[in-house]
């Protein structure tokens, strides 16, 4: 198995001058990263930080996020990658859970917090005795980073993934798609969504480069597409969301991007007419439709897309039955097993109880998908809660409501995910008022809306806030769900 930092190690002294990473006008060379956090690794070391002490990277897409990623599990703590883009209320949700002791920045901090800000830059620049001893790196079942994703109690869940599940899932990524030599990742999710594990880590690993795309460049069009012709990418991993905006530019195709030989899609589903226009669009390339959540380190299954697959289903699968390392349960509930399974939830025991179990001395992990069995493969047929997938994001409509339901105007609140062919495309929210409307609906909408970005990033914001005397009930006397959502179809 691969020794995740020994082989970056090793490109680094073999190819010191080759680039690892750049975004923008902004390049960084193997020798940089190494140098730069080994900087970074003696710094932490003098500041009698704990092993294992979580801590904060906080930033988008600068090359001293990841000097900061290797810097921390290099003197034996895991990271924490906070995007700039999250509500300052959310950031210091996420330093109280985690009971992290210290945040090194790539990026001015616009709010206040209560533990030492440190700048990356800063940390990078400052000469470093010696280099750092792999005895003291993170290793074996020591965490190496945590990813905080949505949860249902109106707190962020921390997603602990140890050395080992890390190096076996970029093992896996080595044994099963077509890497070749120096080829170009695609980095396009920011470091606080796990998808962009799936470009970071096996192109560090393997020596190649990572080309990031910012979300100033995502917002002007003439700008992305410039970049994306000019970066001579070959591995495309993106969220199927992404790829369909890409799809809007006519030009977007193989004559704009002639290197382009794999697309890894993960994070939501993948509708089949993406797959067939890429197919079209794309004719050297081939296409991967992977699954996994966050808990079992990004993805744990995939099944390349032909023209076959296409014409027999009118979904994707997302794993061939023969995958040992999924299964259901007589409640069509998938669970995963195997080496890549989190650790668990940080400092959250019943949380890690709950989804988390030994079966036959095998840790595995309940998903809360359903799936089903058809042909030989697994299909996603919805989730057993009421988390969705929204854009590539993970959401819990709990956490949401509770957000919004905490509002001063708000009496009760309920969200209702949108669906357009069979996919999320937004939220809507069935709001009742403490007083009735004495204003237009647009005021108290743009107010609630105001006031929710404190909170919540942009992409859990409902896109339409409806105004109800009551909330319509079933016959248990529950929220009628169910009728909300057939309103919202209308």
């Excluded at 080595?174 to 470091?191: G, I, K, M, T």
């Excluded at 992305?224 to 890409?246: E, H, Q, R, V």
Aim: charged share 20%; with cysteine; glycine share 4%.
């Amino acid at each position: 198995m691969v020794s995740i930092l020994a082989a970056i190690e090793q490109t680094a002294c073999k190819y010191p001058e080759k680039t690892a990473y750049r975004v923008d006008d902004m390049a960084l060379t193997y020798h940089e990263l190494w140098h730069f956090s080994d900087s970074v690794a003696h710094s932490i070391s003098k500041l009698g930080l704990q092993r294992q002490q979580p801590i904060i990277v906080y930033g988008h897409m600068s090359p001293f996020q990841i000097v900061a990623f290797l810097g921390a599990v290099k003197a034996g703590h895991p990271y924490i990658p906070v995007d700039a883009s999250i509500p300052s209320e959310r950031l210091q949700t996420i330093i109280k859970a985690s009971e992290a002791e210290l945040l090194l920045s790539t990026e001015p901090l616009h709010t206040k917090v209560h533990i030492p800000v440190i700048s990356v830059d800063d940390l990078a620049a400052q000469p470093s005795s010696k280099p750092s001893l792999p005895s003291t790196w993170v290793r074996d079942e020591e965490i190496h980073y945590i990813i905080y994703t949505s949860g249902s109690t109106g707190k962020p869940k921390g997603v602990q993934i140890t050395a080992n599940n890390l190096a076996n899932f970029v093992t896996w990524m080595q044994e099963h798609f077509p890497f070749q030599e120096s080829s170009v990742f695609l980095n396009q999710a920011p470091y606080s969504f796990d998808l962009s594990v799936m470009d970071l880590y096996p192109a560090l690993v393997g020596g190649h480069r990572l080309h990031a795309i910012s979300q100033e460049q995502i917002a002007n069009p003439k700008v992305l597409f410039d970049s994306l012709a000019a970066s001579n990418t070959s591995i495309w991993t993106s969220t199927p969301s992404f790829a369909k905006m890409c799809l809007m530019n006519k030009e977007w195709n193989q004559e704009l991007m002639p290197a382009l030989t794999a697309f890894l899609f993960c994070g939501e589903v993948l509708p089949p007419s993406v797959a067939k226009e890429i197919m079209q669009r794309f004719p050297h390339a081939t296409i991967y439709n992977l699954y996994g959540p966050t808990e079992t380190t990004v993805a744990v299954s995939f099944v390349q897309v032909t023209e076959d697959l296409l014409a027999k289903f009118e979904q994707l699968p997302i794993a061939p039955l023969s995958n040992p390392n999924i299964s259901l349960l007589e409640d069509g509930e998938i669970v995963i097993s195997g080496p890549t399974v989190s650790a668990g939830y940080l400092n959250a025991p019943e949380l890690t109880a709950k989804a988390f179990q030994l079966q036959d001395g095998k840790r595995m992990y309940k998903t809360g998908d359903l799936g089903y069995e058809e042909d030989g493969y697994l299909f996603f047929s919805g989730r057993k809660d009421y988390q969705v997938k929204l854009h590539g994001y993970r959401l819990e409509i709990e956490e949401i409501e509770k957000q919004i339901g905490n509002l001063p105007p708000v009496s009760d609140c309920v969200v209702i995910p949108i669906a357009k062919d069979d996919e999320i495309v937004s939220l809507s929210s069935y709001i009742v008022l403490h007083e009735p409307l004495t204003d237009s609906a647009f005021k108290m909408t743009k107010q609630l809306k105001e006031s929710l970005s404190d909170y919540l990033p942009s992409y859990m914001i409902p896109k339409s806030f409806k105004y109800m005397e009551t909330l319509p009930l079933n016959p248990n006397g529950k929220v009628d769900r169910n009728r909300l959502a057939a309103w919202g179809t209308v």
